[in-house]
């Protein structure tokens, strides 16, 4: 039996299963989510990547519960890699160069997810010197990932990949043109149905439990 290593992407995976799907299926436990879509492989590792949102609290708050409740069913199987978030303001006007404003004078701003894409892909790379598994399952649509994908084939040109696109992802040519022998196929509604986590989740060890924001039922 192969094993295999998974990298999840954590916002890549979220929105396409929010922009597809809503919110039904967001209560996800990836580790079987890897079981589902490699049923034949032993899981060695999950290694999730995501941030925690900045300014909405109880958003924050669902993040936090949610994956503390994926810790407690996971054990040493799932290894989350928590990035940030940065500020930055809406790009400037185009004809005057002025920073947009709304009317009571603020300026527009936005967040901008930090660290987590260079985090994975260094970690996948890492993980095939290393032989952590025989097979490499990247779970994201981001083509900024193909170097690290590229750069796993040349560290060990044995090694098996595949590419899970999250749902409403569109093909793979540029994965599969950059890496050459690479499996992909999409994430399928059943698959992340099958891979839900009960409502409530109590962890052994600390006697807490967290239960499924209502908003994700």
Request: glycine share 8%; proline share 5%; net charge positive.
């Amino acid at each position: 039996m192969a094993t295999v290593a998974a990298y999840i992407d954590g916002f890549n995976l979220y929105y396409g299963m929010k922009n597809k799907y809503g919110r039904k299926h967001l209560w996800l436990d990836v580790v079987e989510l890897v079981r589902q879509l490699r049923p034949k492989d032993q899981v060695g590792v999950v290694r999730y990547f995501s941030a925690i949102v900045k300014n909405e609290p109880a958003a924050a708050q669902n993040q936090l519960d949610y994956i503390e409740a994926m810790k407690a069913r996971n054990g040493p199987l799932l290894d989350v890699h928590l990035g940030r978030f940065k500020d930055r303001t809406i790009r400037n006007c185009h004809r005057c160069g002025q920073p947009y404003m709304c009317k009571c004078g603020r300026l527009y701003r936005s967040y901008e997810e930090k660290e987590t894409d260079v985090a994975l892909g260094a970690m996948m790379v890492a993980d095939a010197a290393l032989e952590v598994a025989d097979t490499t399952l990247l779970v994201s649509a981001d083509t900024d990932l193909v170097p690290a994908l590229v750069a796993v084939r040349r560290v060990k040109p044995s090694q098996r990949i595949y590419l899970a696109m999250p749902p409403g992802s569109g093909g793979a040519a540029r994965h599969r043109a950059s890496v050459g022998d690479l499996g992909f196929f999409s994430i399928n509604e059943p698959a992340l149905r099958n891979a839900q986590m009960p409502a409530l989740v109590a962890d052994r060890g600390t006697g807490l439990s967290y239960r499924r924001p209502v908003k994700w039922a």
